[in-house]
């Protein structure tokens, strides 16, 4: 069905299948989100290359439900602050956040929506993408979420942008010792950085560790699960940072995936 440019197709909701995973569950307004983002990725697509992701039930397990499930500890305490706000009367969850690598906006754009008191800023290295997302951000009014160009090893030297995240989440951009090149100098000490995995195995972690290491860092949790509906195994690293990261990460431009640490 197609209506001003404008692509419908349903979504579904799967209240109870939010509440049984990931104990939270979008509320309506949310809802209301994820549906336009949806459309607004269709159209995008007759356009540019975003996802090949598109049936409504696909996009709701491989997009929103995959982005969700990395910030899974977040969302439970979301949770309970909804419960609590009828007393405290306040939400208190406020992180910095930054998608390295968001493409179509993934995981960055889902966790915007679901956590509407931090901020995101969505980075990626190619301009089209991010004029799209510039243009999406506005349609969806998510005053919360910002997209910006660049490359990672670049802006992670930038006083705005180093050390000073809370969160930092990669999905699909690079090898794992690269992602963590990538993150942790964002990270503010205490941060925390969420790479996105399908396979890993235990070997790939005593690799990863000497590298996380170097960039002040450690593997704090490794978590392994399958998605709700196509059964698909996932992986979610998460590293804490424990000290600086030294001046010299990131390297220049292009090193970090010709010489991976
Ligand atoms: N995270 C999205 C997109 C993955 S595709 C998802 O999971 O759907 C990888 C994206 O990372 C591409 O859009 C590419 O432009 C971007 N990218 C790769 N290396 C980068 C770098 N060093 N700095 C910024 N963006 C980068």
Redesign the pocket.
């Known amino acids: 069905m197609k209506e001003k440019g404008i692509i419908k197709v349903l979504l579904p909701e799967m209240a109870s299948l939010w509440q049984e995973t990931l104990s939270w569950q979008p509320n309506a307004t949310q809802q209301q989100l994820f549906q336009k983002l949806y459309e607004l990725i269709l159209s995008g697509n007759l356009q540019m290359n975003l996802?090949r992701i598109t049936a409504p039930v696909e996009f709701w397990e491989k997009?929103l439900w995959?982005?969700l499930r990395g910030i899974a500890p977040f969302l439970k305490e979301v949770s309970s602050l909804q419960v609590k706000e009828e007393r405290i009367n306040r939400n208190a969850l406020c992180l910095r956040v930054i998608?390295?690598?968001?493409?179509?906006?993934?995981?960055?754009l889902p966790v915007a929506i679901a956590l509407p008191n931090c901020t995101v800023t969505l980075?990626?290295?190619?301009r089209k993408?991010i004029a799209f997302l510039n243009s999406l951000v506005m349609q969806l009014q998510l005053e919360n979420a910002l997209a910006l160009t660049?490359?990672?090893?670049?802006?992670g030297r930038h006083p705005l942008h180093r050390e000073n995240y809370d969160l930092a989440?990669?999905?699909?951009?690079?090898p794992a010792s690269?992602c963590a090149e990538?993150a942790l100098p964002f990270l503010k000490e205490g941060g925390l950085a969420i790479i996105?995995r399908g396979q890993w195995t235990d070997k790939e972690t005593k690799a990863l560790s000497p590298a996380v290491e170097k960039l002040g860092g450690a593997i704090a949790s490794i978590e392994r699960f399958t998605t709700p509906i196509s059964n698909s195994v996932r992986h979610c690293l998460y590293l804490r940072k424990v000290g600086k990261t030294p001046a010299a990460f990131p390297r220049p431009?292009?090193v970090?995936?010709q010489r991976p640490l």
């Open positions: 996802t997009h995959d982005s998608d390295i690598g968001t493409g179509a906006g993934f995981p960055g980075l990626d290295s190619t993408k660049g490359r990672a090893e670049e802006m989440m990669l999905r699909a951009v690079a690269v990538y996105y431009t292009g970090p995936t």
